[in-house]
Every structure is written in structure tokens, then in C-alpha cells.
């Protein structure tokens, strides 16, 4: 990949991300941005399934076309394939011709059955836990030349990049969310703390004991046993609130 195409590339990459929700939707359309940048650089059409690996499985999550989730779920069915095969030694792996190359003949054979004649399984780095590949799909022999295969390593290198800032950025907001309810929830303790303190002339440790207490005799969490002390104060809901 040239600079000036991976200068590109990396700015529509980013706009990508900056343009999604989550990680499961950033993948879908990398699905799609994928397959129509080396559609592009090989003048032909080119559609990709992206894989995902953790703890040893692996699954389809994502695919430029509906025909593209079914060829990458192909591989996953069987167990074995380019793709996999990429994950496996993290560098890129050709299948040239299905009817040629020996290596895996049943898959091969439900590719050909489906169009599909030559494939291309390029590795993507995310973290210690988990890897992801870019599974391109041609419906003729001889898209995937060396040029090509080298154009799809340069760019899954960016889109590596991308896929770890996604996956970084989806953690991070889980955790913000996290923090946010626990908070929440800790509010609703100290608040429920206080009812009991006026209702009952104690302490502050005295009514978290109360809480307890009835937290273990019921059963329940103790932020549970907490919401219903303040419901029955106020006959409602009673919601914390914090500034961004």
C-alpha cells in the first residue's frame, strides 16, 4: 500500500470509527469498507467476512454481503480453512484456485458450489485475548496476486490499529457505564442510610446495619433492600443524577 493510498485509508478508517456506536457495528462496516478497498486496488469484486477468535473459537461477526456472513461461516462450520489458518501462524494465508490447491477439499468444494473460487485470510492483531482476520472472497481464480495479497496486509495492518482503538473505546465505555451504576447505587445506600437515621434517631453505622440485616434475611442485594426503603418513603422511583 502507498502512502498516499494508506494516508487514505487510515483517514476513512478513522472516520469509520468515529462514526459508529460500538465495536459490533465498527465491524460491519469494516466488512464493507474492506471488500471495496481491495475490490478497488484489483478491479474486480471482492467481498469480506470478518472473523473473530477468542479463547481458541472462532465465529463469524460480521460480512460485506449476506453471501459473505454464509461463505466466512463455511470455515467455521468445518473448523479449518485460509482464514483460520491466518489466525493460527498471524500472516496471510492464499487460497488461490479451489479446485486446485489440495489443502482443504470439503471447504473447497461448498466454496465452489457457492461461486466462490479463490479466497484470501489476512490476520488482524487486537489483544493478548483475542485476534480477528479479514476473510475476502473472489468469484474468479487470479484476483489475488502478490500485489494484492501485499495491498491487504498493508491494510489490515490499519485496520488492526483501528479495530484495537474500537475495541479500547468499547471497554472504556463499558467501564464508564459500570462506574456510573455503581455510583448510582451507592447513592441510593447512602440516601436509604439517612431515611433510616431520621426514622430511627441512630447512626450512621447503626442504619447501615439495618440495611444489612434485612439485606441477608431477605435475601436481596443490599441496593435493592435500599430502592424499596426509598419507594416507600416517596411512593416512586427515586433517581441519582451526575453531571457529565
Known amino acids: 500500500m502507498t502512502n498516499n493510498a494508506g494516508d487514505e485509508a487510515a483517514l476513512q478508517l478513522q472516520d469509520l470509527l468515529m462514526g459508529t456506536e460500538n465495536v459490533e457495528d465498527f465491524l460491519g462496516r469494516l466488512a464493507g469498507f474492506s471488500a471495496a478497498t481491495l475490490s478497488q486496488a484489483a478491479g474486480a469484486e471482492i467481498e469480506c467476512g470478518v472473523t473473530l477468535q477468542r479463547r481458541k473459537k472462532t465465529m463469524t461477526v460480521a460480512g460485506s454481503s449476506p453471501r459473505a456472513v454464509i461463505l466466512d461461516r463455511i470455515e467455521q462450520t468445518l473448523g479449518d480453512g485460509p482464514c483460520i489458518a491466518a489466525l493460527r501462524t498471524k500472516s496471510v494465508v492464499l487460497l488461490a484456485d479451489v479446485d486446485t490447491d489440495p489443502r482443504w477439499p ?139
Open 106 to 244: 470439503e471447504y473447497q468444494r461448498q466454496l465452489a458450489a457457492h461461486g466462490c473460487l479463490s479466497t484470501l485470510g489476512v490476520p488482524l492483531e487486537i489483544d493478548e485475548d483475542a485476534a480477528a482476520a479479514l476473510n475476502f472472497f473472489g468469484s474468479d481464480t487470479g484476483i489475488f496476486t502478490e500485489a494484492i495479497a501485499a495491498e491487504a496486509s498493508g491494510f489490515a495492518d490499519l485496520a488492526g490499529r483501528a479495530l484495537r482503538l474500537a475495541v479500547r473505546i468499547g471497554t472504556a465505555q463499558s467501564r464508564a457505564e459500570d462506574l456510573q451504576a455503581a455510583m448510582e447505587h451507592r447513592t441510593s445506600i447512602d440516601l436509604a442510610c439517612g431515611v433510616i437515621m431520621a426514622q430511627n434517631r441512630c447512626s450512621q453505622d447503626e442504619a447501615m446495619g439495618i440495611l444489612t440485616r434485612v439485606s441477608s434475611n431477605r435475601n436481596q442485594k443490599l441496593r435493592d433492600v435500599a430502592a424499596d426503603v426509598l419507594r416507600n418513603l416517596t411512593s416512586g422511583e427515586v433517581h441519582t443524577h451526575f453531571d457529565a
